[in-house]
């Protein structure tokens, strides 16, 4: 099958911000306790951070990070974890019923994003508490002293303010599930009053408040439209999140979630116009996409776990996915369509990062390792940076029952300019045909040198673990050309290929 794909140096989408390669860490599961942090492992560093952990962090290049939750954060009391660690409290934590032991706290999460070269983002309780917890913590972060908060902060053994930009209003406020849920109109003004009081602090905050928790939820898009008519001229961004499952097992309908995924951020971006216009605004308010990935393997175990669950265990191993071949694909069309809508989100974060839905994996006491889908999230946020390119693509598409015309080659396409490099992410959707692929690249400096990165697995439940942690890696792709300004690669079917031109 034949793929025709035209790139033009002056067809472009929008700069890429390169927070569309953030990640999330919750306390969740194992996701901090013995997932970043184990104090007793032979990996350890001073603030009982796992090396090994930090290294694969560095190396898939999240440039931000969100934390401390997700559900968790609204039910924490953020004071809990600083001062003495024998002196914290270990506390119930209502959404995932497990015991917090209050170990890691803001502390040791920054010292541990410091190493591991990420921006922390961090997120406010608007569920159990509210706007007075919200300038407190942001004084206790950001105030370089002679205060309450900054001083006490200083005592805790940090001098410098940590100065994070980013903040989130509370998380999935529109959600039954949440502690303290709200209805729009509540929320729209909790969060607005809360916008102020922070940007009274420092009006050069970057503050997102809560979309919906996804475009399944009854009141959506009604939400997005009533919490930003409260809250527009307050805040920066708005969050969206979206989770993808195969539970049928059915691979054309799961690659065609991306469609939806694409609809999703039209939408919400159709909603921001809307009240803009509303407002007679000048300002855009961008979009944080700040949970997204595959989360549907663990579902059973997590009855089970939950179910059979005696009292409040402490970093009980909930929502471990094991990812396979198959997700690399999905990842794979997901940032794509991130690159592709570069100019309206500027900010997304995979949920998670280590353990929980992520694509990093330990087990305590022993290793750590890359699941199948680190690759696709490593390529992009390494390489996908600069410029996104508005591609013209021509190949055959399938009707799914989730979307029409889905294209089989997934394309997405940016250009550096400061290291005169071009990068295509491309995933052949097609179960059994190759794509001869050809990409007419107009307007750029001739090129003389191109690479072919692929991850391919002839089996689509293939997973990495502990024992087999190479089993779905990258190899080297064959075939790519360049005669002039054509380039060309064979695709082969179900695969993710990277293709660096310079
Ligand atoms: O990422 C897991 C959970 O998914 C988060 O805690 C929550 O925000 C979402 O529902």
């Not at 600083?82 to 019923?97: F, N, Q, S, Y």
């Not at 949970?291 to 393997?297: A, F, K, L």
């Not at 353990?355 to 696709?376: C, F, H, L």
């Amino acid at each position: 099958m034949d793929a025709r794909v035209t790139a033009h140096r002056r067809y472009t989408i929008a700069d890429i911000d390169k927070r569309l390669y953030g990640s999330f860490l919750e306390h969740l599961g194992r996701a901090i306790y013995t997932g970043i942090y184990e104090p007793g492992h032979p990996t350890a560093d001073g603030n009982g951070m796992r090396k090994d952990v930090i290294d694969l962090v560095r190396e898939i290049d999240t440039p931000i990070c969100r934390y401390p939750g997700g559900n968790f954060v609204s039910a924490y009391n953020w004071e809990d974890g600083i001062g003495p660690k024998e002196d914290r409290p270990t506390r119930l934590d209502l959404a995932w019923h497990t015991s917090e032991s209050n170990e890691v706290g803001i502390h040791e999460f920054a010292e541990w994003a410091e190493a591991a070269n990420t921006e922390m983002m961090l997120a406010v309780n608007l569920g159990s508490r509210g706007l007075d917890e919200a300038r407190a913590f942001l004084e206790y972060v950001n105030h370089p002293g002679g205060s309450y908060w900054s001083d006490l902060r200083k005592k805790n053994g940090r001098a410098d303010p940590w100065d994070v930009k980013v903040w989130c209003l509370g998380n999935e406020m529109d959600g039954p599930w949440q502690v303290g849920h709200k209805s729009a109109e509540e929320y729209g003004h909790l969060a607005n009053e809360t916008a102020k009081a922070m940007r009274a602090f420092d009006k050069n905050l970057e503050l997102i408040v809560c979309g919906s928790s996804s475009a399944q939820m009854p009141t959506y898009p009604q939400w997005e439209s009533t919490v930003l008519d409260a809250t527009y001229d307050n805040v920066d961004f708005i969050s969206l999140h979206m989770y993808f499952a195969n539970h049928e097992k059915n691979t054309a309908e799961y690659l065609a979630i991306p469609e939806r995924l694409d609809k999703y951020i039209g939408t919400v971006s159709g909603v921001i116009d809307y009240i803009k216009g509303k407002k007679r605004s000048k300002k855009d308010v961008k979009i944080s996409f700040d949970e997204w990935n595959v989360w549907y393997h663990s579902n059973e175990q997590d009855k089970k776990i939950l179910q059979g669950q005696s009292g409040w265990p402490h970093a009980p191993a909930l929502l471990e996915d094991i990812y396979n071949f198959e997700d690399v694909l999905q990842v794979g069309c997901a940032l794509n369509t991130f690159i592709r809508r570069a100019d309206r989100v500027k900010i997304a974060c995979i949920a998670q990062l280590v353990n929980v839905i992520a694509p990093i994996m330990t087990s305590e006491g022993g290793a750590a390792w890359r699941q199948t889908i680190y690759w696709p999230f490593m390529f992009a946020s390494r390489y996908g940076r600069g410029t996104a390119l508005q591609l013209d693509v021509d190949v055959p598409s399938y009707d799914a029952d989730i979307a029409s015309d889905v294209k089989y080659l997934d394309i997405a396409g940016t250009y550096d300019d400061d290291a005169g490099s071009m990068t295509f992410f491309a995933v052949n959707r097609h179960p059994t045909e190759a794509l001869e692929t050809s990409v007419s690249l107009e307007g750029f400096a001739a090129a003389k040198s191109v690479e072919h990165t692929l991850v391919k697995h002839d089996d689509l439940e293939a997973v990495n673990t502990e024992d087999n942690p190479d089993n779905v890696s990258p190899t080297e792709g064959s075939g790519a050309k360049l005669d002039g300004n054509k380039l060309s690669m064979t695709l082969p079917p179900y695969s993710y290929s990277m293709i660096r031109v310079k």
